[in-house]
């Protein structure tokens, strides 16, 4: 572990085009001719090395990205999907069936949330949501049908973190497999090493990192991704959440500036919440002292890439909220937007949008106030000017 660099390995990886290009050749074919009938029937049944059938399967696009994904996580495969929610589902689906269990961290995305909740009772898959934070709620919640262990790194949108290595120890110990979603934490965090078994990513984020597409990944060993694209079974063949062979090429391009990217990223982030904490606005931040994590998440972290970009603030009232972000907007300070990883900040009030599938009386119990702001901290050059007009804003709403 101590000489793993993730952008490292992704800078590692060498692919040229099919004519000698400096980017690899983008596949713009649906389907892949054969010079004999006995290799389409071998790739069928997945014995053909380097050949393509159909891609809905795979593709050679695809699999650049794909290669580059595992080597970032540091795992032995990949495969990437047409969105996060594309990464989540059939993996989870993959995992577990009719009458088996999944003890899930109650602060998740939404939509992961909803998805759980409310679509996989109709598969007879229950799940318990646990403070995640709590390892003996967590151990306590697990039983004889648990399959899976469910969190993200830092939870959207309280920012809490999961500590991996612990939770690692725990799906070891009663035989379940540890499912991570890293989105927030690209590089920063690689729980890959840390112990968790599959690692996922809404490649929406951060990692294309320019708000034009959507796509996800599934990291994981060679055996459970060999499983997912299995022509009989495999829940991600069988549903068929394919990413695009050109998108998967746009995504590989900005894949090569993302350690670049979560650096300034980082730096602003634990710029202003230092600012803001001093101010006297309640402010999350995993890297502020007065974050609960701040020591596990400091031991966890691959300390260049620091401690991610995503900040919350509480305001007070969604009121106040919504008026925040409206004027700062208007401000050209980021844009009222949900998502994240863009190189412009984007804020919104999660309670009434990416966690509006919580109920409300879930959101009061795990802590999602009315007043509180998510943000994805952009890319701006002088964070300090950026800082000063927040705080007018603040001061003209008499927020400070």
Not at 259 to 268: A, G, L
Request: net charge negative; hydrophobic share 35%; glycine share 8%.
């Amino acid at each position: 572990m101590e000489n793993f660099n993730p952008a490292d390995n992704i800078q590692d990886l060498q692919y040229f085009g099919e004519f000698g290009g400096v980017n690899p050749s983008i596949s713009d074919s649906s389907t892949y001719t054969f010079l004999s009938a006995k290799t389409m029937f071998d790739t069928f049944e997945g014995n053909a090395e380097g050949c393509y059938l159909y891609s809905r399967h795979s593709s050679p696009s695809n699999l650049y990205l794909d290669k580059a994904m595992a080597a970032m996580e540091g795992t032995e495969s990949a495969n990437v999907s047409a969105s996060g929610m594309g990464a989540i589902t059939p993996t989870l689906l993959q995992l577990c069936g009719q009458g088996d269990h999944i003890v899930s961290s109650r602060t998740i995305y939404g939509g992961t949330y909803a998805f759980l909740k409310n679509f996989t009772p109709k598969f007879g898959i229950k799940t318990t949501f646990v403070d995640i934070t709590k390892l003996e709620i967590v151990e306590a919640a697990i039983t004889p049908e648990t399959k899976v262990l469910y969190c993200e790194t830092v939870s959207n949108p309280l920012l809490e973190v999961a500590d991996i290595a612990c939770l690692s120890k725990l799906a070891k110990k009663y035989n379940l497999k540890l499912v991570v979603d890293n989105t927030f934490s690209p590089l920063s965090v690689s729980p890959a090493l840390l112990g968790a078994d599959i690692v996922i990513h809404s490649l929406t984020k951060y990692i294309n990192g320019s708000s034009d597409t959507v796509g996800g990944v599934t990291c994981a060993s060679q055996e459970f991704i060999d499983s997912l694209k299995n022509v009989n079974n495999g829940a991600s063949m069988l549903l068929g959440p394919t990413m695009d062979s050109l998108r998967s090429a746009s995504v590989m391009k900005n894949l090569r500036t993302l350690h670049i990217r979560m650096k300034q990223h980082s730096y602003n982030a634990l710029y202003l919440a230092e600012r803001f904490e001093k101010d006297g606005i309640k402010t999350v931040y995993p890297g502020l002292k007065s974050h609960p994590s701040h020591e596990i998440y400091k031991n966890m972290i691959n300390p260049e890439y620091g401690f991610g970009g995503m900040m919350t603030l509480d305001v007070g009232t969604l009121d106040q909220a919504n008026a925040l972000m409206e004027l700062m907007q208007s401000k050209n300070l980021g844009y009222l937007a949900v998502s994240l990883g863009f190189y412009k900040t984007l804020f919104s009030a999660p309670g009434t949008s990416t966690s509006s599938e919580i109920p409300f009386d879930e959101q009061k119990e795990m802590g999602l106030t009315d007043g509180l702001i998510r943000f994805s901290i952009g890319l701006d050059n002088d964070i300090e000017r950026t800082y000063q007009s927040m705080k007018s804003c603040m001061v003209a709403l008499s927020i400070l």
